[in-house]
């Protein structure tokens, strides 16, 4: 299998790319390096061991302006996950938003017109469905932030692809991945970087908001199977059980054994109270199944930050 990988140089773009070469399928990364949410070196970095892979092949490129056409010959999927993340900037840069993230799923349907054996597999978010979800895909769309906006009209671009041109696409509605190599904006990779450094953790609102996310291999492994199975719907991505955020700082500190010190600060604009999906439409459509439980994850997501910071501190006091 031929698979386009764009966003390749992003936290879950580094993990399904590096998945698809280690079980023999050729891989096409596709990415521009944006350093707006954290540095491009970071990006760099994920992608260095894929380049000793023969199955593997680099293109920088931003597809804002620049056409994947050149790589769609012979291409049985694209996995889509060129993006920009985050609540709180889209707020303030709603145009890169709007480009990243709306802008650039229209380009590759126009793309995608002109190769119709080709099926796009889009990384959507649970931001999609408002300040709350619990259930299935079927509870209502109503985002809260320009975000959760601008994924939602990605999906309402490939369902009018659909309908007037044809287009086979699963849309992913992944539901916050989480694990070691997380960006470092990210919530559980920010408390785990505090605690670490002994600096105080800041959280929004009374810190008793739920989320149901996804460890990164239980991600990675729905993306394959979408990959492999190319239904023509859309799924939640979601992780079997919900954490409220003070119970997810207390297992990482646990794991760390520190004492983690809180200052509460006001709710986010845009943050989503509570998300538990369910997803048993995967499970019926991808054979499907979440397999890691918060708990494990998150402290397999302490312990690597512990290593890296243990290296970084060493590699600093030798020099």
């Not at 017109?113 to 300040?131: D, E």
């Not at 671009?157 to 041109?165: G, V």
Request: proline share 5%.
């Amino acid at each position: 299998m031929r698979v386009v990988v764009t966003g390749v140089a992003g936290f879950i773009g580094a993990a399904v790319a590096a998945r698809l070469v280690t079980e023999g399928h050729e891989v096409l990364g596709v990415d521009c390096f944006l350093p707006d949410l954290y540095s491009a070196q970071i990006k760099r970095d994920r992608i260095t061991p894929l380049a000793s892979h023969a199955n593997f092949q680099m293109h920088e490129r931003d597809l804002r302006v620049r056409s994947l056409t050149p790589m769609l010959d012979g291409t049985d999927v694209v996995v889509n996950l060129a993006a920009m993340p985050g609540l709180t900037p889209s707020w303030t840069e709603f145009q890169t938003y709007q480009d990243c993230n709306t802008l650039v799923v229209q380009r590759t349907l126009e793309d995608l017109v002109n190769h119709p054996g080709i099926h796009l597999i889009q990384a959507s978010s649970s931001s999609v469905y408002g300040s709350r979800i619990d259930g299935s895909e079927d509870n209502l769309l109503q985002p809260i932030s320009p975000y959760g906006v601008t994924k939602l009209a990605a999906e309402q671009l490939i369902n009018a692809y659909r309908e007037n041109y044809g287009i086979k696409a699963t849309v992913l509605r992944y539901f916050s991945a989480y694990g070691p190599g997380q960006r470092p904006d990210m919530a559980y990779a920010v408390i785990c970087r505090r605690i670490l450094e002994g600096l105080p953790i800041s959280i929004t609102s009374d810190g008793r908001q739920t989320r149901s996310n996804t460890f990164i291999d239980d991600v990675v492994d729905a993306t394959l199977k979408a990959c492999h199975v190319r239904p023509n719907s859309v799924l939640n991505i979601s992780g079997a059980e919900s954490i409220a955020l003070l119970d997810a700082v207390a297992i990482i500190a646990d794991t760390l054994d520190r004492e983690p010190t809180i200052e509460f600060i006001p709710a986010r604009p845009g943050d989503q109270l509570a998300t538990h999906g369910t997803s048993e439409r995967a499970a019926k459509e991808l054979g499907w199944h979440p397999n890691t439980n918060m708990r494990a994850g998150l402290r397999l997501q302490a312990l690597r930050a512990a290593k890296d910071h243990l290296e970084v501190h060493a590699g600093a006091v030798a020099h």
